[in-house]
């Protein structure tokens, strides 16, 4: 008896340690939720832009099968081991014959099709609103090819019935293959054409006018613009064709990968920007560059799926996560750049990047016709002047004097006021009474000397902002350092880092890397009071 209790009580024991082993290791973690599918615009117009395609030709090795998708309601119609092109039916060809009433019996639809394909009739399936079906048939150039068409061909084929001439429709994409036949149609509004790959083996990707995208593809045609070509596809395949982008890959120490796989996979489940246009997120920098299957690698493959699911998150949300490619010394307070205070989003130093430095030079003239272009209409540009610059070393408040008037830039449209828009918004101005000083931790300061006081052999003196000013260098020789309205020469802005430098400094990441740190060490950097856990799969 006493060995059976025994034996009882070590399978709860071990069924004990196994359901502690199992539990979330951030018990006091928030619950945040990840879609397993996540669906990107490819082709689209949105604003100003607009990429949607007249013709998508695609493709697939092993085939295509094409469907329609009406109120998330699959239905399979074909499959083609060949190249098809879908169009707007909106022109030459849009003249096509209907046979017989629509129908919500797609089966009956199906059944009808095989018989008139049997009969030599160029027949096709359409969907049509409301999730009704019909029989179409050819592509003609004229209502009149049309209507001969119904007494030349399709009466003597299959008997008299109730045969009407279909008009060209903008609203309408119709998918035909290389030799001008048409394989499927479909009205818009509520139904949607769907692409998959029917291939066997993997990867299953789609041609898509030259370029590869995984799973499956949806295409609609909204008023006014041509296709709108989307990406559907889980969560991880996405971000196969996100981080290579993002962060380079040769030489990249993985920990850095995965820090950048968890900041675009945060990003990816926190944003929806394009739902009104029937996709979470768009291709491009309007929200994160997607390249596809093109752009994909062995190295950030491997670190998205080293870290499946893993969220940035903030007192229990998802954070909204930045990234740019290098701080020159400290990260941003976000107010700095944009305008809002984020409490993760404070400014940082950033010890283990290696910074690049840069420095450019414009004369006045350059100057007075940037201030020109832009409508700041200030005449001759006579100074420049860094007002004020963060802790960080950015400016936050730059003054351009003009013979007429003056211009003042805020933030981070500090970088747009030169003739060059400014990698960073870490800079100095040189040409006025500003000097770059290095303090602890490479951060790159201007200070304004002007009117100071400072101690000479013979006495205190005032630093004047027009005459020249000197300073001894390591090796004793005197410098003359260029005052405020010495404009002859121009001006030069020598700065440090690249981007916007609110959160994670890609460059940095790789230094923390390199030196030993983790990717939850990274994030936990960059990302003040940040947790990273899993989020729940729906
Ligand atoms: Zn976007």
Redesign the pocket.
């Known amino acids: 008896m006493l060995s059976k209790y025994k034996k009882h009580f070590t399978v709860i024991l071990v069924l004990l340690i196994f359901i502690i082993m199992v539990s979330p290791g951030n018990q006091a973690g928030a619950y945040v939720s990840s879609p397993k599918n996540i669906r990107i615009?490819l082709y689209y117009a949105?604003g100003s832009k607009d990429t949607t395609l007249e013709m998508v030709t695609m493709s697939a090795v092993g085939g295509i099968e094409i469907g329609t998708n009406q109120y998330g309601n699959y239905t399979k119609l074909i499959e083609t081991p060949y190249i098809v092109n879908a169009i707007v039916d909106g022109g030459v060809s849009g003249y096509h014959i209907r046979i017989g009433e629509a129908t919500a019996d797609a089966t009956k639809i199906y059944a009808d099709l095989n018989e008139y394909l049997s009969q030599g009739l160029e027949v096709f399936p359409i969907c049509l609103e409301n999730n009704l079906w019909q029989i179409w048939e050819g592509c003609y150039l004229s209502k009149d090819d049309a209507e001969r068409a119904i007494s030349s061909k399709i009466i003597p084929k299959a008997g008299a019935g109730n045969y009407t001439v279909a008009f060209p429709s903008t609203d309408r994409i119709i998918i035909k293959y290389s030799n001008g036949l048409a394989a499927v149609a479909s009205e818009s509004g509520v139904s949607f054409l769907m692409i998959k790959s029917t291939y066997s083996g993997d990867p299953k990707t789609i041609n898509v006018n030259g370029d590869r995208y995984r799973t499956s593809l949806e295409l609609r045609k909204f008023p006014g613009s041509n296709i709108t070509v989307i990406n559907e596809l889980t969560m991880g395949d996405y971000l196969d064709g996100v981080v290579p982008l993002e962060i380079g890959t040769t030489e990249t120490p993985f920990e850095a990968l995965k820090a950048q796989s968890v900041a675009a996979r945060t990003y990816a489940v926190a944003n929806h920007?394009?739902e009104d246009l029937g996709f979470d997120?768009?291709n491009?920098t309007?929200?994160q560059v997607y390249g596809g299957y093109e752009v994909e690698n062995l190295a950030t493959n491997n670190a998205i799926k080293a870290t499946e699911g893993m969220v940035v998150t903030y007192g229990g949300a998802l954070a909204q996560l930045y990234y740019f490619a290098s701080s020159g010394g400290a990260t941003a307070n976000s107010e700095n750049v944009w305008s809002k205070a984020v409490p993760y989003l404070q400014s940082v130093e950033d010890p283990y990047e290696i910074t690049k430095y840069w420095s450019y030079s414009f004369s006045a003239d350059e100057m007075t016709r940037h201030m020109a272009n832009m409508g700041r209409n200030i005449g001759t540009v006579t100074g420049i002047q860094a007002v004020s610059t963060s802790e960080s070393g950015r400016v936050t408040e730059l003054k351009i004097t003009g013979t007429t008037g003056i211009a003042i830039f805020n933030r981070v449209s500090t970088r747009s006021a030169f003739p060059t828009y400014l990698p960073s918004q870490v800079f100095t101005v040189g040409g006025d009474t500003g000097y770059t000083v290095k303090r602890a931790g490479n951060v790159l300061e201007s200070i304004n000397i002007s009117g100071a006081l400072v101690q000479t052999a013979s006495g205190t003196s005032t630093v004047s902002a027009n005459g020249p000013v000197y300073v001894k260098d390591g090796n004793g020789n005197l410098i003359a350092l260029q005052a405020n309205s010495s404009t002859s020469g121009g001006f030069t802005i020598t700065g440090a880092g690249s981007g916007h430098g609110v959160g994670m400094s890609q460059r940095g990441a790789m230094g923390m890397a390199s030196a030993g740190f983790t990717y939850e060490d990274i994030l936990k950097h960059y990302f003040t009071g940040v947790e990273v856990e899993k989020a729940n799969f729906y």
Do not use: A, F, Q
Request: aromatic share 0%.
């Open positions: 615009g949105s920007k394009h997120l768009c491009s309007c929200c």
